[in-house]
């Protein structure tokens, strides 16, 4: 992994800190377009970030 | 991701400013109906007790009042946050839905249980209802979610 801090990854795909919190936490599933970016960050599939219950 | 929907941050601020004199002024006005020191204007209405599309002669200060009040409480809701993103516009959304469910429960059970000059109050406040709990909700909202990243 890339070891970057959630303020780090906000600024990365333009989005506030409590965003990518909520996103790690899971208590927010991401738009698609949010989920393109993280995965880009990442170099990651986006199907990687979703997680189906 | 930008909402364009929303006024800039910078209304927020303009709303808080001006709803505490606009609701001094309101509720003065709803306590003390007897107060004759109120500002007389000739004003156009459309309907009036003197019929259809007439100028009349009558104070104004609880219409500014009124209009100053949903004013402050529309930029109020409707500015955006300085960090607004999609997670915000969906807390926005919950909150505005949760305000109206309650707006209707209160509207419904006000209607059932209210009479008279009290049911007359009743709707007259109603009016602000619906902001008032939007905006209560949502920045109770925002400042629990700050307040758990911060943690």
Redesign the interface.
């Known amino acids: 992994m890339l070891n970057i801090t959630q303020q780090q990854l906000a600024d990365m795909v333009?989005?506030?800190?409590?965003?990518i919190?909520?996103i790690e936490s899971g208590k927010?599933t991401?738009?698609a377009?949010?989920a393109i970016k993280i995965a880009r960050v990442f170099k990651k599939p986006v199907e990687s970030v979703f997680l189906v219950e | 991701m930008k909402t364009n929907y929303l006024l800039p941050p910078c209304c927020k601020i303009i709303g808080w400013c001006m709803l505490l004199p606009f609701m001094a002024i309101f509720l003065f006005v709803l306590s003390d109906s007897s107060y004759d020191g109120d500002i007389v204007m000739k004003v156009f209405a459309v309907v009036s007790d003197d019929g259809w599309f007439k100028f009349i002669e009558t104070g104004i200060l609880f219409e500014i009042g009124i209009i100053g009040l949903v004013s402050s409480l529309s930029l109020i809701s409707f500015s955006r946050e300085k960090d607004e993103d999609e997670y915000i516009e969906k807390i926005r959304l919950q909150s505005l839905v949760q305000s109206l469910m309650i707006s209707c429960i209160v509207l419904i059970l006000g209607t059932l249980f209210l009479y008279g000059i009290s049911f007359l109050l009743f709707t007259l406040l109603n009016m602000f209802f619906l902001l008032i709990t939007f905006v209560l909700i949502f920045n109770i909202r925002l400042a629990k979610l700050r307040n758990s990243c911060d943690e």
């Open positions: 333009k989005v506030s800190r409590q965003t919190n909520a927010y991401p738009s377009i949010l």
